[in-house]
């Protein structure tokens, strides 16, 4: 009943920049943090960059004055603004956000997860 849908990705040359946009959409009734973590190949899975509600935001150390992260919580979207790109930064990125859907009384909490977008830094 929550989708995450990234977009923005693609091939660049060091030095470029990228902006990253992921949507939630379906039974939420609010998000409380939205985030972006990466995964090259035969790598683990890292954070990037996150952003609660508030405006509060972390940053891996790698991407420190580099990456940008922000949110509209009017349209339940968060990007990740990515600049000076390096080699090292080619990775799948995935959207991820808590949020607490819709459902029923309760209203469950939950982290959901986007499909990921491609993005490649090479000369």
């Known amino acids: 009943q929550v989708q995450l849908v990234e977009s923005g990705g693609g091939l660049v040359q060091p030095g470029g920049s990228l902006r990253l946009s992921c949507v939630a959409s379906?039974?939420?009734?609010?998000?409380?943090?939205m985030g972006w973590y990466r995964q090259a190949p035969g790598k683990q899975r890292e954070l990037v960059a996150a952003?609660?509600?508030?405006?509060?935001?972390n940053y891996a150390d790698s991407v420190k004055g580099r990456f940008t992260v922000s949110r509209d919580n009017t349209k339940n979207t968060v990007y990740l603004q990515m600049n000076s790109l390096k080699p090292e930064d080619t990775a799948v990125y995935y959207c991820?956000?808590?949020?607490?859907?819709?459902?029923?009384?309760?209203?469950?909490?939950?982290?959901?997860w986007g499909q990921g977008t491609q993005v490649t830094v090479s000369s």
């Open positions: 379906g039974s939420i009734f609010s998000i409380n943090s």
């Open positions: 952003i609660i509600t508030g405006g509060s935001t």
């Open positions: 991820n956000a808590d949020i607490r859907t819709s459902v029923g009384l309760s209203r469950p909490k939950s982290a959901y």
